[in-house]
Structure formats: C-alpha cells, structure tokens
C-alpha cells in the first residue's frame, strides 16, 4: 500500500473579493461554474483546507478547526506568545489588544488559543501592575 503525501495547501485572503481562498498546489480551487471558490469566514476554508490536505473527508472529521473566540475572550497569539484580549471579529480576522492598554495587532484565528487560567491571572496581574505604574506618572 502506497502512502498519499499530503497536497500543498493553504488560505489566502484575496483582499479584492474580501473571501478567503483555498489553493492546492498554488492552483485556486474552483467550483462548478469554473471561478475560485471563496469563504467569508476563515474557519470555513481553513475546515476545507484540512480536508483536502486529509485526503479522505473520513480523516477530515477528526481535524479540530481553530476556536472562533467571542469579544472579551482572552487568548493567546501562538505566533508571538503574547497573551491579549480579542477586541473584535472581522472579515475572518481577529484584532487583538494587551490586557489593559497597548497597541491592536491582527491575528488569524488559527493563530490563537484560549489562555490558560494562569496566563489569564499572570495578564491581569500585569494590566494592574501597569495602572499602578500609571498612577504616579504626573
């Protein structure tokens, strides 16, 4: 029995069509009328993703796709290991703020994971050092 090597595939943004892309072998996939399939959400491609890099929709089952976490929800950006609060959902994309005060940065959600209740404390613990901090700045 011969092993299937898994195809290539990834998730574009096409920022034109405001969809998510799906390309196997850095070909789109298309659908039955012939033009590239899109997703609004990226769960959804990245769900049609694993299951052509699974081979067998069988196998895709058992693929978890990433948590679609709700505003106020605290995470962790696997990319950075920056623990932050999702401050919104759009077009696919999560925007991302420290605890307490900082700068927004993106995140897919692919790219994040529920904090821990630790990591939940150890943030808090540091918004409150800040404000502390902030306290005596005149």
Known sequence: MTQQSPLPTEVH?????????????GEPMLGDDGKPL??????????????????????????????????GTCVVDTRT???A???DVRDGRLY????GWGEEWEAM????????EPERLSSRLAEQNLRSRMRGVS
């Open 13 to 25: 943004w096409d920022r034109a069509a405001l969809r998510w892309r799906v390309t196997i072998n």
């Open 38 to 71: 899109g997703w609004g959400r990226f769960n959804d491609a990245y769900d049609v993703m694993s299951m052509a890099k699974a081979g067998t929709p069988e196998s895709a089952m058992a693929v978890q796709r990433p948590p679609d976490p709700e505003i």
């Open 81 to 83: 290991e920056r623990t």
């Open 85 to 87: 609060v999702v401050t």
């Open 96 to 99: 991302l703020r420290p605890p």
């Open 109 to 116: 959600p692919a790219h994040v994971r529920l904090a821990t």
